[in-house]
C-alpha cells in the first residue's frame, strides 16, 4: 500500500533516477523554472484515497525545500513547487518513491498533451451560448405574449438588434466547430450531421437578420442561440473522459527515459534514444530491458508479465537473447544491445501505420448513415414547397424554403446520440469498463467475432491453481515450507507461500536463494532444499515448458513437487457459452498447446484455436479475420497483444489495476468484471434501440415543424416552442431509457 | 417607457459582467479539479506554516488562495 512502507523491491536502486540529473531530461520533466524556484507535475497512478491528498499535500513537512504540493485527485495528478538549491529533482522523486508514490516519468508523460485546453475552450463556448440564449428569450418573450402589438416600435427594433448583437458570438465563436466540420467533410464529399445543422444556423441567422432589418419582426435568435447551448450540452456530455486512464500508451510510456551504458571510463547515462546496436548496458533489479540485446553477464531474470500476460519469470544464460519489453527481476545485468529501440521486435510492431478498417469505422457511424438521407430529403422537400409557392403564391415561397431549413436543422437528431452513448459510458464505467470515447459503444454492438487472448486473458494472470504431487503433506511440513518460501521473493515463492494457510512461521537457518535453481535452508538442524527438478533430484526435466514445478527435499526425501497450471477466470464457461451464440469465438495464444484439451473444452472445438503465435502472427490473423468482412473484437492484456488490439475494430485490455500500464485500446476492464462481457455487449445493442427510438422522436418532431413550414406559417414562436422542446425531450428520453435498461440488466 | 431602455442595458450589462466572471473562472481552471478541494477542506491546518513565498506566477498563488479558505 502507498505511503505504509518502503518495501525491498521498490527502494530506488542507487541510480535509477541518475538521469533526472541531466539537464537534458531535467528541461523536459520541469514544467517551470525561474531564480531557483521550479515546479513540476508528476502523475501517480497510485493516488487512491483521501490520506494521499492528506500526505503528499504535507510534503513540505518532509523536505523545507518542497514550497508546496497540490494534488489533483481526479487526474491522479501532483503539482510540486520546491527550491531546486534544496532539494533537486532527483531526488524529489527518490523521495517520492520512498513514501511508495512512484511517478510515472516516461517519454509519454514529458510530451505534455494538450487535451485540458480544449475542455477549458468548450466551457467558455457553453458559457457565450448559455448566455447569448438567455437575453435573447428576455429580448423575445414579450413579442409572445397578447398584446404585444401594442409594443412601441423602438423598442422592437432595440430588442431586434441587441438580439442580433448576441447571435454573432454565438455563430462565430460556439458554433464555429459545425461550420469547420461540415465544411471538411463537404470537401471529402461525405454529408455529416454537421451539414444540416450549419445550413439550419445559417438561415436562421440570415431570416432573422431579413425580418429584424425590415421591421417585420424579430426573428428567430432564442431558437438560434438555444439549439446552439444544447448541442454543446450534448458535446461537453458525450466528451467525458476518464482523466487518469490512459488509452493511448505506447511503448514510449513503458520504456524508461534513460539507460545506464557501461564505457570504458565508467558508467554513464544516456537518454533511451541515443542507444546504439554494440552498446553495453546496466539494467538493475526491476528496471525493463530497453531494446533486443544478448546477455553479456549475470544471471536474468525476466518477468515478461506486461508483454505476455505470463506471470512467472524466465531464465537467462549469458549468451541468451532477450528481446525488449522484460522486467528484471533480482542483482544486475548486463547487455549488449542487438537492435535500437525503434527496430527492436515489439517496438516495430506499434510503429504500424493506421489501419484502413478502423479509419472507416469513425466515418461510417448510425448518425453519419442516417443524417444523410435526412439531408437529401429535407433540402428536396424546402425545394420542393418553395416550388410549389412559386406557382401558386409567390411571396411566401422563399420564406417556405427557409422555414424547411430552419425546422429541419437536426439538433434532437444530434442529441440522441451523445445522449444515450454518453449515459451508456458512464453506466459501463460505474461497473468497471472504461470506454475510451463513446463511438466504442458503436463499434462493440457490430462486432462479430470475438478473438481471445489465453496468459492473463482468460486465465488469471496472478493466482494460479496449486497441486502438490506426491506424499501426502502434514501440517507442520506444509508450514515449513511456508516458512522457507516467505523469504525469497521468487514469484514461485510467493505463490505457494499465499497458497498455504497459517501464521507461526518456523525460524530458518542458513537461508540460501540459489539464481535460477531454489533456495534452501535448514529448520531445526534439518535441510530443506525447494526449486526445480534439476536442483532438488538432479535429474533433467524431459517436458520442460509444459507445466510449472517445485519440488520440496526435506528430512533425506523428495516429497514430491508442487504443479502450478494458470487458473482460468471464474465463469468462463458461463461467458464462453453464451458468447458463442451470438458471436463467432477464437483463441490466439503464445503459448504451446499443453493446454489444449482444456480449451476444446470450453470453447467445443479447435477449428479457431491457435497456439504458438507471435505478436505479428496474431496481427496478422486479425487482420485477415477483417478481410473476411468481420467486425473484430480483440481481448488481450498484455504488450504482445499490443498490434492486435490496435488492428481490431474494437481493442479491449482486461487489467487488475486499471490505472496501471496498459497497452493502447480502445477499452479497459476489470479483470473481475470480464465475465460480464456478454452483458455489456447486450447492452450495446439495447443502446443501439434507444438510438433509434431517439431518432423516431425527433423526426414526428420534424414532421410537425414541417407541416408548420411548408405551409409558409412558421413564425417565431411556433420554432421557440418546437425546438426548446424537440431537444429536452429527446434528452430525456435517452438518458433515462439508457439507466432504466441498466437496472434491468443488473451487471 | 424611457426607463425600459436604461434597464435593458443594466440588465446586459449585469449579465456581461457575470459572463466575464464565469470565463475568468474557466480560464483560471477552477473546473480542472471538482473533486480535491472537497477533501481538501476537511484537513486540519498545518501546525507549521508552510513557508508560502512571493511567487513569480500568476497560477500557484491561486491555489494558495484556494487553500486558504
Given at each position: 500500500m502507498p505511503g505504509v512502507r518502503i518495501s525491498e523491491e521498490t527502494r530506488p536502486d542507487d541510480d535509477t533516477y541518475a538521469f533526472l540529473d541531466l539537464d537534458h531530461f531535467k528541461s523536459k520533466v520541469l514544467t517551470f523554472s525561474e531564480g531557483g524556484i521550479s515546479k513540476v507535475s508528476f502523475f501517480i497512478p497510485e493516488i487512491h484515497c483521501a490520506s494521499c491528498i492528506w500526505l503528499l499535500e504535507n510534503l513540505h513537512s518532509l523536505n523545507s525545500g518542497i514550497i508546496q504540493s497540490f494534488v489533483n485527485f481526479p487526474k491522479k495528478e501532483i503539482n510540486i513547487t520546491f527550491k531546486e538549491s534544496e532539494i533537486s529533482l532527483r531526488q524529489l522523486v527518490e523521495l517520492l518513491v520512498s513514501i511508495h508514490y512512484i511517478p510515472e516519468i516516461n517519454q509519454h508523460s514529458i510530451?505534455?498533451?494538450?487535451?485540458e485546453h480544449l475542455d477549458k475552450k468548450l466551457f467558455i463556448k457553453i458559457g457565450i451560448a448559455a448566455f447569448s440564449f438567455m437575453n435573447a428569450m428576455i429580448y423575445h418573450f414579450p413579442q409572445y405574449l397578447p398584446g404585444h402589438q401594442f409594443l412601441e416600435a423602438d423598442m422592437k427594433k432595440l430588442f431586434g438588434w441587441l438580439s442580433v448583437l448576441l447571435a454573432i458570438p454565438v455563430l462565430t465563436?460556439?458554433?464555429?466547430d459545425y461550420f469547420l466540420t461540415a465544411y471538411k467533410s463537404l470537401k471529402k464529399k461525405i454529408i455529416s450531421i454537421d451539414l444540416p445543422i450549419a445550413l439550419g444556423l445559417t438561415t436562421l441567422f440570415t431570416q432573422s437578420l431579413v425580418e429584424i432589418l425590415s421591421g417585420k419582426g424579430i426573428g428567430y435568435i432564442d431558437s438560434l442561440t438555444g439549439l446552439v447551448f444544447f448541442m454543446l450540452i450534448g458535446r461537453w456530455y458525450q466528451g467525458k473522459t476518464y482523466q487518469a486512464l490512459s488509452f493511448e500508451r505506447d511503448y514510449k510510456t513503458y520504456f524508461p527515459l534513460a539507460v545506464t551504458r557501461i564505457t570504458a571510463t565508467g558508467n554513464d547515462t544516456i537518454p533511451l534514444e541515443e542507444l546504439k546496436a554494440g552498446d553495453r548496458i546496466l539494467v538493475r533489479n526491476q528496471e525493463i530491458v530497453p531494446a533486443d540485446s544478448i546477455l553479456k553477464s549475470g544471471t536474468a531474470n525476466i518477468d515478461y508479465s506486461f508483454v505476455t500476460g505470463e506471470s512467472m519469470p524466465v531464465t537467462k544464460q549469458a549468451g541468451d537473447f532477450v528481446f525488449a519489453g522484460g522486467r528484471q527481476i533480482g542483482s544486475a545485468i548486463e547487455l549488449i544491445i542487438e537492435k535500437e529501440v525503434q527496430q527492436s521486435y515489439l517496438t516495430q510492431l506499434w510503429n504500424q501505420a493506421e489501419n484502413p478498417f478502423t479509419a472507416n469505422n469513425r466515418l461510417n457511424t448510425i448518425v453519419n448513415r442516417v443524417s444523410q438521407y435526412f439531408t437529401v430529403v429535407v433540402v428536396l422537400i424546402a425545394i420542393g414547397s418553395g416550388i410549389f409557392w412559386l406557382f401558386n403564391k409567390p411571396e411566401i415561397a422563399l420564406f417556405s424554403f427557409t422555414s424547411v431549413l430552419i425546422i429541419a436543422c437536426p439538433c434532437a437528431l444530434a442529441l440522441t446520440v451523445p445522449f444515450t452513448f454518453g449515459s451508456t459510458m458512464r453506466q459501463f464505467g460505474r461497473k468497471g469498463f472504461y470506454l475510451k470515447n463513446t463511438a466504442v459503444i458503436e463499434h462493440l454492438y457490430k462486432v462479430d467475432t470475438i478473438v481471445f487472448d489465453k496468459t492473463g486473458t482468460i486465465t488469471n494472470a496472478q493466482s494460479s491453481d496449486i497441486r502438490f504431487v506426491g506424499k501426502k503433506l502434514t501440517n507442520e511440513q506444509l508450514l515449513i515450507i511456508k516458512s522457507l518460501a516467505f523469504?525469497?521473493?521468487?514469484p514461485l515463492s510467493k505463490t505457494i507461500c499465499n497458497s498455504i494457510d497459517g501464521d507461526e512461521l518456523i525460524a530458518i537457518n542458513d537461508f540460501q536463494e540459489i539464481t535460477s535453481l531454489g533456495i534452501t535452508g535448514t529448520i531445526n538442524g534439518v535441510r530443506m532444499n525447494m526449486g526445480s527438478r534439476y536442483f532438488v533430484t538432479g535429474e533433467k526435466a524431459?517436458?520442460?515448458?509444459?507445466k510449472t514445478e517445485v519440488w520440496v527435499y526435506f528430512e533425506n526425501t523428495i516429497l514430491g513437487h508442487f504443479q502450478l497450471e494458470n487458473e482460468y477466470r471464474e465463469g468462463l464457461q458461463e461467458l464462453i457459452r453464451k458468447l458463442k451464440k451470438t458471436h463467432e469465438l477464437h483463441l490466439l495464444t503464445g503459448d504451446n498447446d499443453a493446454e489444449k484439451e482444456n480449451l476444446v473444452q470450453f470453447f467445443g472445438t479447435d477449428k479457431n484455436i491457435h497456439f504458438n503465435q507471435s505478436p505479428t502472427d496474431k496481427l496478422n490473423y486479425i487482420r485477415n479475420l477483417q478481410k473476411g468482412n468481420r467486425k473484430v473484437l480483440m481481448i488481450g492484456d498484455g504488450l504482445n497483444d499490443a498490434g492486435a488490439l490496435n488492428e481490431s475494430n474494437v481493442g479491449i485490455v482486461i487489467a487488475d489495476n486499471v490505472f496501471n500500464f496498459s497497452p493502447a485500446c480502445d477499452a479497459i476492464l476489470q479483470s473481475k468484471q470480464f465475465v460480464k462481457l456478454n452483458q455489456f455487449i447486450q447492452f450495446t445493442h439495447e443502446s443501439m434501440k434507444i438510438v433509434k427510438t431517439g431518432f423516431l422522436i425527433s423526426f414526428l418532431y420534424n414532421l410537425i415543424g414541417l407541416s408548420f413550414a411548408v405551409q409558409g406559417a412558421l413564425t417565431p414562436i411556433v420554432a421557440a416552442i418546437l425546438m426548446p422542446i424537440s431537444s429536452v425531450s429527446v434528452v430525456l428520453f435517452a438518458s433515462f431509457s439508457v439507466s432504466l435498461s441498466a437496472k434491468r440488466f443488473r451487471f | 417607457m424611457s426607463v425600459v431602455f436604461i434597464l435593458v442595458f443594466v440588465a446586459i450589462l449585469m449579465a456581461g459582467a457575470f459572463l466575464v466572471a464565469f470565463i475568468w473562472s474557466v480560464k483560471s481552471g477552477q473546473y480542472e479539479d471538482t473533486y480535491t478541494p472537497s477533501v481538501r477542506i476537511l484537513f486540519d491546518d498545518p501546525t507549521v506554516a508552510p513557508e508560502v513565498k512571493a511567487d513569480s506566477t500568476k497560477d500557484s498563488k491561486d491555489k494558495i488562495e484556494k487553500k486558504s479558505k
Open positions: 510530451e505534455k498533451p494538450q487535451t465563436y460556439s458554433a464555429s523469504h525469497s521473493s521468487h524431459e517436458d520442460e515448458n509444459l | -
